[in-house]
Each structure stands twice: as C-alpha cells, then as structure tokens.
C-alpha cells in the first residue's frame, strides 16, 4: 500500500516518524499524492545520487513532475500564463544549461570571499538587534524581534530592497509558503503580489541601477543581454524568498533546541571556535525544508535504489529522512554539536545546491554566538508542547518563540 504523502511532523526535534520505517523498508517507496503517485527518496546515497544525475529534471514544466500532483486542483488557463511569466529568471526550476547561465551571474554575489566581507555589516545588524531587544526590555519575541529581522535586513540591504518594505514581502512570503499545501491557488496569488513588487522595483533599477545586487544586475543586463526584464524580476524573486524565509525559521528554531540542550551549549559558550560546526549540526538535524526543494521526475528510464523509475515519474528527496540515515551518520538522531559533518543535505546536493548556502551559515554563526554571549541568562517561555510549531507547513519552524532574560 502506496505511503499517504506529505507526512506533517509531531515533534519538533526530529522528522516524522514514518521516515524511519521508510527508510528502513527501502531506498524508494512509492507515496500517493492528491494528484497521482510518486516516488519518495528515503535515503542518504539514493538522494546524493538523484540530486546529481542528469537524467533528473527539476523543471515544473516536465511531464509527470510531482509539484502538479500536490494538488487534485489544477490551474486556470490564464494562472497558467501567469506563472509562465512568474518562472523566468527562477534558475532553481531550471535544468542545465539554462540554469547554469543564471547561475554564474550570481556566483560572485555569494562567494566565500563576498561573505567574508560581508560579515561586519551581518554583525552590526545583529547587535543593532539585540539593542532594540534589550532596550525594549524582557520579554520578547524572538522569531518578529530577531528571527525575521536578521535576515531580512541582510537581504534587503544586499538586494537594494527598501527594508521599509520589509512588512510586506513577509507577510506575502508567509502566505505563498504556508498555502502552498492547502490553496495552491492563495499561494499563487501570494506569489504573484510579490512579483509584482519586485516588477516596480527592478523597472526603477531600470532607470537608475543603484549599487544594490538588483542594480548590478540591470547594469550587466544592459551590457551583455543576457538578462530580460522578466528574468531580471524573477532571479530577485527568488533571491528575495530564499534569502531570509529558512533563515528566519532556523535562527529560532536552532536558539530553541541549543536552550534543550545546556551541555553543548556551555561547551560553545566556553570554545566559540565551534559555532560553524554547530551551525551544520542544527542544520542537519531540523533539515526545515524537507522535500519541499527537492522535487525531481525522471526524463528517462532507470534503477534507483532496486527500483524502476520510469521516464514522467515524479520524485520527491526526502531530505530530513537521508540526513537522519545512520548509514551515513553515526547516532544520527541524536544532536552533537561537535559532530563537523558536512555531508548532510540541508543545502541540498549537486548543481542546485542552495546558492546563499555561504550567507546563510554567516548569518546563523553570527546570529547564535553573539545572542549567547550578549544575552547569557537567554530562556524560553513556556514548555515546548505549547509553543507554536509550524507542524503542517511545507518548511518547519515557529511561528513565535517567547523569551526571557
């Protein structure tokens, strides 16, 4: 009998728990989604190797992708010719070469070097934050007051975004992400007012680039061509969501489980050189995207894992249930911020491995160490079973963490 699919988790701490016995029942099974069946990738070499074979398409637009079954309810003709417009410059929906194309304009942006330089202007938002927080007294939110902040004030200022705007795009962001299992059409609309936004933003660029990342953009654009207006609109689309939705649910989600586990924190309290391998732990261990960016179908005929995969079958990467595979990580349910693995899929895997990967991890180092270290008396309010856990969204986070010092 197929697996009913998406499975919501019940615990904030781990995956669901039919991952477990998926994944221990085989590397492939077959899952029923409101649109038709797909295949689910329980484990950690299955998932390496869809995510790199070129024989796996990301694109929505290929027959038989498991986006269209999410949903029994399809889209209008004219949502069709909306989305159409929606997808350009989107190099995340992309297979090779058009993705790579996009791709390579934006690799400087997010290079090690960037980031590196980038990190005293990420450390200055954060201690401007924690100012705001102190000032304003205990308690306080951390997920409105921090969580969303950090990195939305990075990406706005990285993007040439007025953060006046900030309000906005969140709450359209929050929308798009948190229909997009319910109402796909809500989640369009959502979706599409951001689009329109970033439409007016990228046509006064146009006029006058500015020194933002959108700017430099349109100032290449106009010497190669390589960029229309639409791809233009929709590369800083995706940019705009992608940097600062996960972040924002990791930073309180990662406070939250560092707080539930005093040891290891102390251990980093007194050895700060252990914040990145940490970072990664976190990562690995919530993995709050899921499958939700790893949606694949099969342009050809092959064997994975023992199975047969046929060309317009759709599949999804179980990437909570491979990060949590023993065959690749020893105790993997338990959290152990020493553990400096790098090899999990929280970025994902292969040539659509997460860009912002590098601010990302900038941005959560600097976010945890320095909340630690300025705050140190730092507790939750409330017992976990009452706080607001994003249980039945397609990213996992909170949607409110109250704190205290």
């Known amino acids: 009998m197929a697996q009913s699919f998406p499975v919501p988790r019940t615990c904030p701490f781990a995956p669901p728990a039919e991952y477990a016995e998926l994944r221990e029942q085989a590397p492939l099974v077959e899952a029923e989604l409101p649109g038709g069946p797909v295949w689910l990738v329980t484990r950690h070499a299955e998932a390496q190797r869809v995510l790199t074979d070129p024989r796996i398409s990301t694109s929505p637009a290929t027959p038989g992708h498991p986006v269209t079954k999410l949903s029994a309810e399809q889209p209008s003709e004219e949502e069709r010719r909306a989305f159409a417009r929606f997808q350009a410059g989107q190099f995340i929906d992309m297979d090779p070469p058009e993705h790579d194309v996009y791709r390579r304009m934006l690799i400087p942006e997010f290079s090690v070097r960037r980031i590196r330089e980038m990190r005293p202007g990420i450390q200055e938002v954060v201690d401007r934050l924690i100012d705001d927080m102190l000032g304003k007294g205990s308690p306080a939110d951390l997920v409105e007051a921090f969580g969303l902040a950090v990195p939305s004030l990075v990406i706005c200022d990285l993007l040439g975004v007025p953060y006046a705007d900030h309000e906005f795009f969140q709450s359209r962001t929050r929308a798009m992400v948190t229909a997009a299992l319910d109402d796909m059409r809500a989640a369009r609309a959502a979706g599409i007012e951001i689009w329109e936004y970033l439409d007016r933003l990228v046509t006064a660029a146009e006029r006058s680039p500015g020194d933002g990342l ?78 939700v960016a790893f949606d694949r179908v099969a342009t050809e005929d092959m064997e994975i894992g023992g199975r047969k995969v046929r060309t317009g079958e759709g599949v999804f990467v179980l990437g909570a249930s491979a990060n949590r595979d023993p065959r690749a990580f020893d105790r993997p349910d338990e959290l152990d911020v020493r553990r400096g693995a790098r090899n999990h899929l929280a970025f994902g895997y292969g040539v659509h491995q997460c860009l912002g990967q590098n601010l990302a991890r900038a941005e959560l180092e600097i976010a945890y160490r320095t909340l630690f270290e300025r705050i140190p008396g730092l507790r939750v309010v409330g017992e976990d079973a009452e706080l607001p856990f994003k249980y039945g969204g397609p990213i996992f986070g909170l949607h409110s963490l109250r704190v205290a010092w």
């Open 214 to 291: 959108i700017g430099r953009l349109v100032t290449a654009r106009r010497e190669t061509g390589e960029l229309d207006h639409d791809a233009l609109v929709g590369m800083a689309f995706l940019l705009l969501i992608a940097g600062h939705e996960t972040t924002a649910n990791m930073i309180p989600l990662g406070v939250l489980t560092l707080l539930r586990h005093p040891a290891q924190l102390d251990a980093l309290r007194a050895d700060p050189a252990g914040w990145p391998d940490a970072v990664e732990e976190l990562l690995r261990f919530h993995s709050i995207v899921d499958w």
